[in-house]
């Protein structure tokens, strides 16, 4: 250690790395405790920690953790967290226990941090060792200041500290092929620690393997290759025999990749008790992750499986800094392709090119952008302080004046990025590039704070600003969880109430807070109705809303909700109508409207709501389009409502009422062939239920089938359907039962 320091000690860019690192190892905690909570953490992640440390603490007894089904606040929710290793969560909920930590979010955040910061030391380190001191420091601000990376550092405790085990991973394994066949033991054990970490948090922690074992194939291609340059440049010597080498490094890699895996697996339940089949299982159905959600992209919602297959590599290049992309694209053109540099290179851009192709090439479901991707960010970043280091090189090599020059650009560049930070801070995230014109041009066209952070802020402004009342004060929310956390320390006057944004109007609430995500970009851009006329605070970045807070200012249309549940619709309709006079364009007014039309006969009726409100407030919105179907099949126009069902499931695939009514529409005319067509649709989108098999059935019948045969081709319409789809369990289980038949 003597020797490094004396080594560098009048070199300059060492120091700015050292005092670079030092800073942001306090910066990055303390801009942490500003953070929201993620939209994972409170519902999730939390309660899965909590879970996994109680099965510890009662030796296995509560095993609450290893369950597919789990009641939080009284409320059975499906669980699949026993995929997960979580050992961030564990490790946290432990810390927070132990230490008694009522603000358990804030120290989650804080470790959270400190593993983002363990992504920009690590990706500064392997930076220096492949292109100096001047190409390390390049990288440290290059991860800092990229806002998505900075901004996830705060409050996502999957992504973050997951990229943190790849890339501590990745520096490790640098290191032991420079040092093989004999790395010293504290490399090995790095190594090792690293992998486990990564595998601890999600069983993708297995692509390290992969690498490990490509890094070690271009090893030894080098190594081969070098000796025969060795032989051939001293014929007289002899070459040295590789095979020893080769035997001793694989030796030593099986031993860290051994205790990598079952280190990974300790704080893990679910997979410790079975390590082989488990894991096997749980990277099975992350592989196949059956969660979809809808999203805005490029202007449009779609559903997160249904995404364009450039989704997750537009998101990236449109929401990095264009630096980033820069010296990326600079490194192999500026002696990146070196033949003594090659090898790492190849190291460096293939951890990031290949797990977005992947993506691209598997049609992974992903969303919220590309938190999924994150892990491979470090390694873009890397490449690009790498080039930047060279180009500066290469110009100082011309002359000195280009040279500073050359050292000077990556920090201009990053002027945008980093007053975006500083304006919009604890949003960093919510960042576009030149690319795309800022977050004010990508407000409706993409999804802004998809992880919801600005709940907090927008829960703690009603906290601050709400009228004072006898009656506790009911706020709604979407993201109930993260809400009741911020209201957690005065229950006396606050109450959170769940609330989804389309029906916000049948809910009992005061004051509502919504983050700006899920709703549709028609309804965004249409100024008319967003913000809401009730809106009384939004939280904004760079001049667009990212989150609401409404006021109630009267509760016509929560009264009419109440009449109609009660069947007093004439009631429920005049509430309705006063609710109109107030705000023509009140869309619970409006659809709840047109669905009591529609149940009173009324068809002409329904359609001048549903047309009020396609026309002047959303015109692709599933539930006005349906009762519009709806009311054209009562008016006599089959045709038309098949029209507009087909509309619906254009822009939202999996909308069942619309699958339903059409089916109901070709059973009606005998249109047997069209019906069974609708019937697999439905089937593509797992709506398949004791109705649908039995109207199954009986459409097979009436066209010749016995009961027999119209399972059997169900269960081929099902096996199709599940093969297609990748989802290989669903499959096996109906070729299984195909060939009992």
């Known amino acids: 250690m003597k020797k490094f320091f004396s080594e560098n000690k009048n070199n300059l860019w060492f120091w700015a790395f050292v005092a670079i690192a030092a800073i942001l190892l306090f910066a990055m905690p303390l801009m942490s405790t500003g953070a929201g909570n993620s939209g994972d953490e409170d519902g999730f992640q939390i309660p899965q920690g909590e879970f996994v440390l109680n099965y510890y603490k009662t030796d296995g007894a509560d095993t609450t953790c290893l369950q597919d089904m ?173 095979g020893k080498t080769v035997f001793t490094t694989i030796l030593w890699a099986a031993v860290v990749s051994i205790v990598g895996f079952f280190a990974g697996l300790l704080i893990w339940p679910y997979a410790w008790q079975s390590p082989i089949s488990h894991v096997s299982e749980s990277y099975d159905a992350m592989s196949q992750f059956a969660i979809a959600i809808r ?52 190291i460096v851009y293939f951890t990031f090119l290949f797990p977005v192709f992947w993506i691209v090439y598997t049609g992974a479901n992903v969303y919220g952008g590309w938190r999924h991707s994150l892990f491979a960010y470090p390694s873009m970043a890397i490449a690009a302080g790498l080039g930047f280091a060279a180009l500066a090189d290469f110009l100082g090599s ?30 960093e995230y919510v960042y576009f590039n030149e690319f795309e014109g800022g977050a004010k041009k990508a407000f409706g066209n993409y999804e802004l704070d998809y992880y919801y952070h600005s709940v907090r802020e927008a829960t703690e402004w009603v906290v601050a600003n709400a009228e004072p009342s006898d009656e506790k004060i009911q706020v709604g929310s979407w993201h109930f969880n993260s809400t009741k956390y911020f209201l957690r320390n005065d229950t006396t006057h606050f109450k959170p109430r769940f609330v989804r944004w389309y029906r916000r109007g049948e809910y009992e609430w005061d004051y509502a807070v919504f983050a700006v995500t899920g709703i549709a970009p028609e309804q965004l851009r249409n100024p008319k109705v967003f913000p809401p006329k009730n809106c009384v605070h939004t939280v904004d970045v760079d001049g667009v809303p990212i989150a609401l807070v409404l006021k109630r200012d009267n509760t016509y249309d929560l009264d009419a909700t109440r009449l109609k549940k009660a069947g007093q619709l004439d009631t429920a309709k005049t509430l309705y109508l006063k609710s109109l006079e107030n705000n023509p364009l009140d869309e619970t007014a409006i659809i709840n409207l047109a669905e009591i039309y529609l149940n009173k006969q009324q068809p002409d009726s329904c359609l001048m709501m549903t047309d009020k409100y396609l026309n002047e407030i959303e015109p692709n919105n599933d539930e006005a389009s349906y009762f519009a179907a709806y009311a054209h099949l009562m008016k006599g126009n089959p045709q038309k409502a098949v029209e507009i069902t087909e509309g619906i499931l254009k822009h939202n695939y999996k909308y069942g009422g619309a699958y339903q009514l059409q089916l109901q529409i070709y059973l009606q005319s005998n249109n047997l062939f069209n019906a069974e067509q609708t019937m697999i649709r439905m089937i593509d989108v797992d709506l398949v239920d004791n109705n649908f098999v039995a109207t199954w059935v009986a459409l097979n019948k009436a066209q010749g089938l016995d009961e027999r045969g119209a399972y059997r081709k169900l269960y081929q319409a099902l096996l199709d359907s599940y093969t297609k789809r990748g989802k290989k369990k669903e499959a096996a289980m109906y070729k299984e039962a195909l060939d009992k038949m």
């Open 70 to 242: 789990v009641e939080i606040d009284g409320n059975k929710q499906g669980w699949n967290l026993k995929y997960y290793g979580c050992s961030f969560d564990v490790l946290t909920a432990w810390f927070n226990d132990t230490f008694g930590i009522n603000d358990i979010a804030k120290s989650r955040h804080i470790f959270n941090s400190l593993c983002g910061w363990l992504i920009v030391l690590f990706g500064g380190l392997i930076a220096w060792r492949l292109g100096g001191w001047k190409a390390g420091v390049f990288t440290l601000l290059l991860l800092f200041l990229s806002p998505r990376l900075l901004g996830h550092s705060f409050n996502n405790p999957k992504d973050i500290p997951f990229a943190a085990g790849v890339v501590m991973s990745l520096y490790y394994m640098i290191m032991f092929f420079r040092q093989a066949p004999k790395p010293k033991w504290y490399i090995m054990l790095m190594l090792a620690l690293s992998i486990a970490f990564a595998i601890s948090i999600r069983v993708g922690g297995l692509i390290l393997f992969g690498y490990f074992g490509f890094f070690g194939l271009l090893w030894l291609i080098k190594l081969v290759r070098d000796n025969k340059a060795a032989a051939k440049a001293n014929p007289k010597n002899k070459p040295q025999p590789v």
């Open 398 to 427: 011309k002359k000195k004046v280009l040279g500073i020059v050359g050292n000077v650009l990556p920090f201009v560049l990053l002027i945008t990025p980093a007053i975006h930070i500083a304006k919009n801070h604890p949003y």
């Open 295 to 346: 999203q805005v992209f490029e202007g449009e919602m779609l559903w997160s499986d249904a995404l364009p297959w450039y989704y997750t590599p537009k998101f990236i290049l449109m929401t990095i800094p264009i630096a980033v992309i820069i010296g990326f694209l600079l490194y192999p053109f500026f002696g990146g392709w070196a033949k003594e540099k090659r090898l790492e290179t190849i």
